[in-house]
């Protein structure tokens, strides 16, 4: 394809550290090396890049009249449900393309209930589920346990931990007053899955769109085995094993759902979707990742490309080009 002007978005955790936020309430946003990381990959496809930084930074640049041929977004917002839709939202006011998803799908796939609802109702497997508001919501459990519980609009892993995993309902009221407390959101309790833990990579749109792999994700013998924790995920050299899955049941099963939940949910370009299997074997749908990570080393988007043949440049590539020559 030809070469592009991408004006690229993103939210800097070096930027936010400096105006006073705490790690924590950055943990989501990319380090700057991240971000040159990227920019790089996208000089190296051919287009010229220029780093408008983040949503307010784009929202000054199109207000001035600056336009790209393509927005390359990653940016995740900083508050409210809706923070991960602002950018791709300030894109369309504007009539300015732009990559992944639309902010409805942006919106949606961050609140994990909603996006359950929604996949539940399609009949696709999803683990049984409930959120709770506040304290009083745990009166009456609609299931046995054993449960899992992790704030309902986090990404990269945050609030998920080994104790989010509770084998009975005490422990299960402890564990939500915490999240309640510490997150200020409403939690999401799912029913515990213990089987294998699976990611799904997909490129492309419509009839296009593929299965880039299905990468399973290894608990070692110094993992949180519960769940893919904030912790397995910062320590994953020695936490976690990946491993391309080909020619097994659960890749084509797995897949298949993945792809399916992709276009239910209205995903483009490309998204990484998350499932886990249950005690049958059976895959589940866990959330939908529309702006996956794009770290070249250490984001597993593109881990699984790599094992599957697909280098960088060219995960990078693909998505641009599927942005570029969609529907607009």
């Known amino acids: 394809m030809k070469a592009l002007h991408l004006g690229f978005v993103f939210d800097c955790q070096e930027d936010y550290l400096a105006q006073g936020f705490t790690p924590e309430q950055v943990a989501e946003f990319d380090p700057r090396v991240t971000v040159e990381g990227i920019a790089a990959g996208l000089h190296a496809c051919g287009h010229e890049v220029s780093l408008v930084g983040n949503g307010q930074a784009l929202a000054r640049s199109l207000a001035q009249g600056q336009r790209y041929d393509l927005v390359f977004n990653i940016a995740e917002g900083l508050t409210g449900f809706s923070r991960e839709a602002q950018v791709p939202a300030l894109c369309e006011l504007y009539r300015q393309k732009y990559t992944f998803s639309d902010?409805?799908?942006?919106?949606?796939?961050?609140?994990?209930?909603?996006?359950?609802?929604?996949?539940?109702?399609?009949?696709?497997?999803?683990?049984?589920f409930f959120v709770v508001e506040s304290p009083q919501d745990l009166r009456e459990i609609p299931?046995?346990?054993?449960?899992?519980?992790?704030?309902?609009?986090?990404?990269?892993?945050?609030?998920?931990?080994?104790?989010?995993?509770?084998?009975?309902?005490?422990?299960?009221?402890?564990?939500?007053?915490?999240?309640?407390?510490?997150?200020?959101?409403?939690?999401?309790?799912?029913?515990?899955?213990?089987?294998?833990?699976?990611?799904?990579?997909?490129?492309?749109?419509?009839?296009?769109?593929?299965?880039?792999?299905?990468?399973?994700?290894?608990?070692?013998?110094?993992?949180?085995?519960?769940?893919?924790?904030?912790?397995?995920?910062?320590?994953?050299?020695?936490?976690?094993?990946?491993?391309?899955?080909?020619?097994?049941?659960?890749?084509?099963?797995?897949?298949?759902?993945a792809l399916a939940v992709y276009h239910l949910l209205g995903c483009r370009d490309a998204a990484r979707l998350d499932l886990r299997c249950d005690e049958t074997g059976t895959p589940q749908f866990l959330e939908a990742?529309?702006?996956?990570?794009?770290?070249?080393?250490?984001?597993?988007?593109?881990?699984?490309?790599?094992?599957?043949?697909?280098?960088?440049?060219?995960l990078l590539s693909a998505i641009v080009e599927a942005a570029w020559t969609r529907r607009w």
Not at 103 to 113: D, R
Not at 304 to 314: D, K, N, S
């Open 103 to 128: 902010p409805l799908t942006c919106a949606l796939t961050l609140h994990k209930a909603m996006a359950k609802r929604v996949v539940r109702d399609a009949g696709l497997p999803t683990a049984p």
């Open 143 to 257: 299931f046995p346990g054993p449960y899992f519980a992790k704030p309902v609009a986090e990404g990269s892993s945050k609030g998920i931990s080994a104790r989010c995993q509770a084998q009975a309902a005490s422990t299960l009221q402890e564990v939500c007053r915490e999240l309640l407390a510490s997150f200020q959101q409403p939690v999401l309790v799912e029913r515990f899955l213990p089987g294998r833990e699976v990611t799904v990579g997909i490129v492309g749109n419509g009839g296009g769109a593929r299965v880039l792999g299905v990468m399973e994700v290894e608990f070692t013998e110094r993992a949180e085995t519960q769940a893919y924790t904030a912790l397995n995920k910062e320590q994953y050299r020695e936490r976690v094993r990946y491993r391309l899955l080909q020619d097994e049941e659960l890749a084509r099963q797995a897949g298949d759902l």
């Open 289 to 314: 990742n529309p702006l996956p990570g794009l770290d070249p080393i250490r984001s597993d988007l593109p881990i699984l490309a790599r094992l599957a043949g697909v280098e960088y440049v060219e």
